[in-house]
């Protein structure tokens, strides 16, 4: 794979991971865990420091199915 083939791959799948900041749910987080492994493969050792330390959602609790009417807000 050439630097340019390289470069337009990993932009392609930077958008993808991108586009799992709004839809991703416990469905699909393999999904975006492979997604994230097949960018690591293609990244040299410090490439690959940085990118894990790109934060890319939060674990949240769902407040709606808990039955808890003391909400922090």
């Known amino acids: 794979m050439t630097n340019a083939e390289k ?6 799948k930077l958008n993808l991971l991108i586009s799992y ?4 749910t416990a469905d699909n987080l393999n999904d975006f865990n492979n997604l994230k492994k097949e960018i690591l493969d293609l990244l ?3 490439q690959k420091t940085r990118f894990n330390q790109i934060i890319f ?3 949240t609790k769902d407040y709606s ?3 808890v009417d003391d909400l922090p807000f």
């Open 7 to 12: 470069g337009d791959f990993l932009k392609n």
């Open 65 to 67: 199915t808990s039955g």
């Open 44 to 46: 040299d050792d410090n």
């Open 21 to 24: 900041k709004t839809k991703l």
């Open 57 to 59: 959602y939060n674990k």
